[in-house]
Each structure stands twice: as structure tokens, then as C-alpha cells.
């Protein structure tokens, strides 16, 4: 892990050299990681339309075999086998990017560490963006409460909720779409957590260093953009294969 975490800490050195900004280089950073990554992303969503297209046959299947697990199983073995369909497919690719995402946070995390090698040297680049005086720091705004003074949510930690949210009602939209029969406890785990995640990050955004919250809102609406086009390729994609079987 630490050696992938050097090899990013090497790419983000690399873009403050040619920018001379340090919310700069965590920008290019994000927007060429999540390039790097897009691949596997294109590879998970290319899975998820294929289950996409079985998924009325798979449901018909459940309820006429609902009393017969083994007869239930080899109906849907042979259904994935036919259309060419591997249902652990979508979840490798996750397994794939977690290191790298994870090295990707101890960068943005450690950067004195793994991008500048020195104390000195970090203290001495220009950290600040726009408002906010060094991304070190967290973007809260303090608030005296009853002789406590607490942090409010600044702009980044907003963005970063807006963001989360709209990323993973895409993604449940989605999901929702790909079965006609998804049940009422799916569509409340669907609705909980397009509250719940936005939340957890407007927290972690009032207590993590700014160039992290940068790092999650640039990749989050890079991943909202690669979202809608590949949306927009897999609607084209099953169209056209719809059309096919129609013909046939």
C-alpha cells in the first residue's frame, strides 16, 4: 500500500511543480486519477447493465422457484451461462480499486509524507484556496454556543453532501430501474442512504483537512459525470439490443 500511496504522492508533486498551487495539483491529481481508474469503472457498469438485461428473467425465476433452491439455482446458472453473464463480475473491480483508492487518501492525508518527503518543505508552499487560509485546515465556520464555540459546515463540506448525494441517487436510480419487483425494504435501504451518506460526509467534512474534502468533491463530481455517460452508453447499448431480440 505504501508503495502505490509514494507512486500517487509522486504524480501530486509532479502537478504542484507545473502549477505552483497546491489546490491545483490536488485537482489535476483527482481528475487523472479517476481516469486512471475509469477502466475498472466502465468495466463494473458494463457488468451491472449485463445483469441489467437478465434481471426480469432472474426475478421470474425466483418467484416461480421460490419453494426449490436447487432447482432455483441451476435455472439461473444456466439463464447467466446463456447470456454470458458472470453476476461476481461488477464486484471485481471494486476489489481492484480499493487499494488504489486507498492509497490515493493517505496521499492527501500525508502529503509531508508521501508527496513533499519534508516538514519544512510543506510548510513553506502557499496551502490556502480561495477563502479558506491552508487545506490543513478544516472548513468550518466557528460558532460561539453557550460559552462553546462549535463548527458549522463551511462551502467545501456542503459541496462534498450535494455531491455524495446526487453520485448515490444516480447509482440507486439505477438500481431501482433494473428490477420492476425490488422490494419495499431495498427502496427504504435505497432512500436511507441517499440522507445518510450526504450526512456522514457534511460531518467528516467540519473535521478532516480541507485538501481532503477538495480530494472527495472533484472525484465525486468526476464520478457523477462518468456516471450519466455511461448511463447514457448502457440506455444506448440495451436499446439496441432490445431491438435485436425483437427482431429475432
Known sequence: MEQISNFFGTILKFFYDISGEYYLAIIFFTIVTKLIL?????????SQAAMKRVQPKIDAINKKYKG????QNELLQRLYKENNVNPLAGCLPLLVQFPVIMAMYNVVR???????????????IQKGFFWINSLSNVDAIPIALGGKTIGLPGILPILSAIATYYSIRMTTAKSSNSSENQNEMMKSMNS????????????????????????WVVGTIVQIIQQYFIGKYEEKHFNENKTKSVKN
Do not use: R
Open 38 to 46: 475509469l477502466p475498472f469503472t466502465f468495466s463494473q457498469m458494463k
Open 68 to 71: 426449490n433452491p436447487q432447482k
Open 110 to 124: 500525508d502529503p509531508v509524507k508521501f508527496v513533499f518527503k519534508s516538514q519544512e518543505v510543506y510548510d513553506a
Open 192 to 215: 436511507s442512504m441517499q440522507v445518510m451518506m450526504p450526512m456522514m460526509m457534511l460531518f467528516f467534512g467540519i473535521t478532516l483537512p480541507s485538501g481532503l474534502v477538495l480530494y
